[in-house]
Nanobody, 127 residues
């Protein structure tokens, strides 16, 4: 079992920055990659960013590329997403997710690749 806890959400204005953190506990040795997804009311959960735990390869959704940066601290079992130049359309609940294993092809932007999810952190961006 792996537990993921997000922190760092809040209310900001357009153009501001925010940093979310996600700390894993439990059987953290089983986690090979972590990602961030977001979900706005009435919308599907959307891929934001992902990072492989050991290699540090990063991937981003088109809507956040160039504005968001995902990073990790292996010693702290923590993944971060630095969100810059925030827009009202970034308003959503942001979820941290962990993947237990990677096959020959990692579909990092697919929900089914992830086995554990955090409780979510609300990010609200006002215009």
């Amino acid at each position: 079992q792996v537990q993921l806890v997000e922190s760092g959400g809040g209310l900001v204005q357009a153009g501001d920055s925010l940093r979310l953190s996600c700390t894993a506990s439990g059987r953290t040795f089983s986690v090979y990659a972590m990602g961030w997804f977001r979900q706005a009311p009435g919308k599907e959960r959307e891929f934001v960013a992902a990072i492989s735990w050991s290699g540090g390869r990063t991937y981003y959704g088109d809507s956040v590329k160039g504005r968001f940066t995902i990073s990790r601290d292996n010693a702290k079992n923590t993944v971060y997403v630095q969100m810059n130049s925030l827009k009202p359309e970034d308003t959503a609940v942001y979820y941290c997710a962990g993947a237990l294993g990677l096959g020959s092809t990692w579909y990092y932007d697919k929900l089914y690749e992830y086995d554990y999810w955090g409780q979510g952190a609300q990010v609200t961006v006002s215009s």
